[in-house]
């Protein structure tokens, strides 16, 4: 089966940098994935690892470790809007299937 | 980019009754839909798979006699709540795969809020 844990909730400062850890364990392992979630909304997709490294993308970075079952989210030059819902998701464990963290919530302060 | 609705995306109904859920892929086909359920402060767990054509693949624990899901046509799938009670009150998204794409091609529904008084 899938298990994946990451921090429930976050608190960082406007301009500042933040690292949102995820670790997993999975039969099978078909790419991480992170959505961005905001209150009462559907997520939307930041970025998706399947091999070994940091994906940087504007602002974000996402980094995967396949064998520590590791990755984190580095958001860069913290905004406001930037407070959300941030899930770490698992491909695996059955053809197309995605597995969702609980989400880690981000409150972006001044 | 690609594009998926959802309708309604609120509805409040009584104990009982039956609510049904469109999931629609506006611009492009969808062979594969992907139903999800959210209670607050929780992730999305993901109920079922829809296969354009064929019957859904339900997860353990989701009663499909309950939660009925048709797909067919590539563009439309629908979830329908059957005798809904109050603890079926959530938030339901459907996703939506383009055919042929990768594993990461998934497209998210703006969500529906179910309330069950």
């Known amino acids: 089966g899938q298990n994946i844990d990451q921090p429930t909730e976050m608190t960082a400062t406007e301009g500042a940098i933040v690292q949102i850890n995820c670790t997993y364990q999975t039969s099978g392992f078909n790419g991480l994935f992170w959505y961005q979630q905001h209150a009462g909304e559907a997520p939307t997709f930041l970025s998706y690892n399947v091999l070994d490294g940091l994906e940087e993308k504007g602002r974000f970075s996402s980094f995967l470790s396949r064998s520590k079952g590791y990755s984190y989210l580095l958001l860069k030059e913290l905004q406001m809007k930037d407070s959300a819902s941030y899930l770490c998701a698992v491909g695996g464990g059955g053809y197309q299937k995605v597995t969702f963290g609980i989400g880690t919530k981000l409150q972006v302060i001044p | 980019g690609a594009v998926v609705s959802q309708h309604p995306s609120r509805v409040i109904c009584k104990s009982g009754t039956s609510v049904k859920i469109e999931c629609r892929s506006l611009d492009f086909q969808a062979t594969t839909m992907f139903w999800y359920r959210q209670f607050p402060k929780q992730s999305l767990m993901l109920m079922a798979t829809s296969n354009e054509g064929s019957k859904a693949t339900y997860e353990q624990g989701v009663e499909k006699d309950k939660f009925l899901i048709n797909h067919a046509s590539l563009t439309l799938s629908t979830l329908t709540v059957t005798s809904a009670h109050p603890e079926d009150s959530s938030f339901y998204i459907c996703?939506?795969?383009?055919?042929?794409?990768?594993?990461?091609?998934?497209?998210f529904g703006p969500g529906t809020r179910l309330t069950v008084t």
């Open positions: 996703s939506a795969r383009a055919s042929l794409a990768g594993i990461y091609e998934q497209y």
